[in-house]
């Protein structure tokens, strides 16, 4: 069964990651570039009010890929990489369902891969839309923390709600379901930033239409995939 897992995640993971990365690039990569100008443009502005100021030498600047070739190929290897991982996961979750007699095919894995999306991408994005380069966010470590804390009562409250059909089962998967957006995700005292509100929010939206379809894919080639090597 852990060949059986692997393989599929292997694969499943590397289509879904090259479909991402070829949507990203139709539309989420234009819209980092037009970010990154203002970007850019807000950065020097501020070198040059600070110009006659004395200063500390300058750090020296992180390191970043070239425009180009180089840059969609770690962006390609990195929207593999992370197919790969999600679709363990999957893989995973669907492998346990079929032991507790559960279907599993192409269409019950599309299923799963809505429960993904609803999980990684959809909750978490209800209290922290995805920001463009340039935007204004909250502290780092606050914002991973409501993330996974998000995620997490996501999976656990639509567990409780498909797998448990009991009523207090799904009173309990529904409050858990709602209780990281009562509780409120971080959010800088001074929103907004440089980048144009209407780039952010086509940012946002691309972005969330960009994981659905990834899961929906991921989902569909591991249920596919899982049946066909079990």
Request: glycine content about 10%; proline content about 8%.
């Amino acid at each position: 069964m852990f060949r059986t897992i692997f393989v599929t995640a292997l694969l499943a993971g590397v289509t879904a990651g090259l479909f991402a990365a070829g949507a990203q690039r139709v539309k989420l990569v234009p819209l980092i570039q037009q970010a990154e100008i203002y970007e850019t443009a807000a950065e020097a502005h501020a070198a040059h009010d600070h110009a006659g100021m004395a200063m500390a030498p300058p750090a020296a600047p992180d390191w970043e890929p070239e425009e180009g070739l180089e840059r969609t190929a770690y962006t390609v290897l990195a929207d593999v990489l992370a197919g790969i991982g999600f679709a363990l996961i999957l893989s995973g979750a669907i492998a346990c369902a079929g032991l507790a007699g559960h279907k599993v095919d192409a269409r019950s894995g599309l299923l799963w891969g809505a429960a993904g999306f609803a999980v990684f991408a959809l909750a978490p994005s209800l209290g922290l839309p995805p920001l463009p380069p340039g935007a204004e966010a909250a502290d780092l470590a606050a914002r991973q923390i409501w993330w996974i804390g998000t995620a997490a009562a996501t999976a656990i409250g639509l567990g409780l709600m498909v797998f448990w059909p009991a009523r207090p089962a799904r009173a309990l998967g529904l409050a858990m379901l709602v209780l990281p957006h009562l509780i409120g995700a971080p959010h800088p005292s001074d929103p907004g930033g440089p980048v144009p509100a209407d780039i952010a929010a086509q940012f946002a939206v691309a972005s969330i239409a960009t994981a659905a379809l990834f899961w929906l894919v991921l989902g569909a080639t591991t249920g596919f995939l899982y049946r066909r090597f079990a």
